[in-house]
């Protein structure tokens, strides 16, 4: 299957499409955690225990959502929609853990301004910092 290197603009889409599911799984895993704290919880002001296992599993379940999905068949439902994968440097699948680095390297693109995700307008393979970290690429399958 023919592949070319993805822009930055078919990654913004998907990334606008992935927050679709995300935002389901973050409802469940919060009324989870709600229903763990037994529905006693001020949200006005919560306590840091709920705050703390509220972020941990968000956390969680984004990961999990990226590192199984790059790990089993390079797409997101959102890749899917844009024919975006996630391939490693050879262009086969990437292993879990390298998949679970590139998910945390992109935490920290992000949490850089975006510029992680930025550097592949400047990149000539188009890689972010998580890909060149993870040793893997984005690639756009051609129809």
């Known amino acids: 299957?023919?592949?070319t290197n993805a822009p930055l603009w078919p990654r913004l889409a998907a990334a606008i499409y992935d927050?679709?599911?995300?935002?389901?799984?973050?409802?469940?895993?919060?009324?989870?955690?709600?229903?763990?704290?037994?529905?006693?919880?001020?949200?006005?002001?919560?306590?840091f225990a709920y705050q703390a296992v509220l972020r941990a599993t968000l956390l969680l379940l984004s990961?999990?959502?990226?590192?199984?999905?790059?790990?089993?068949?390079?797409?997101?439902?959102?890749?899917?929609?844009?024919r975006l994968r996630v391939v490693?440097?050879?262009?086969g699948a990437?292993?879990?853990?390298?998949?679970l680095l590139r998910f945390v390297l992109a935490l920290v693109s992000l949490s850089a301004l975006g510029l992680g995700f930025l550097w592949c307008l400047?990149?000539?393979?188009?890689?972010?910092?998580h890909d060149l970290g993870a040793r893997s690429r984005m690639v756009r399958l051609d129809r």
């Open 1 to 3: 299957m023919p592949t």
């Open 94 to 99: 990437l292993a879990w853990p390298r998949a």
């Open 63 to 82: 990961a999990l959502y990226f590192v199984l999905s790059w790990s089993r068949g390079g797409q997101t439902i959102g890749m899917r929609a844009w």
């Open 122 to 129: 400047a990149d000539r393979e188009r890689r972010g910092w």
């Open 19 to 47: 927050l679709f599911p995300l935002i389901a799984l973050w409802m469940l895993g919060a009324g989870l955690v709600l229903l763990a704290f037994r529905g006693r919880v001020d949200l006005a002001h919560p306590p």
């Open 88 to 91: 490693d440097a050879g262009g």
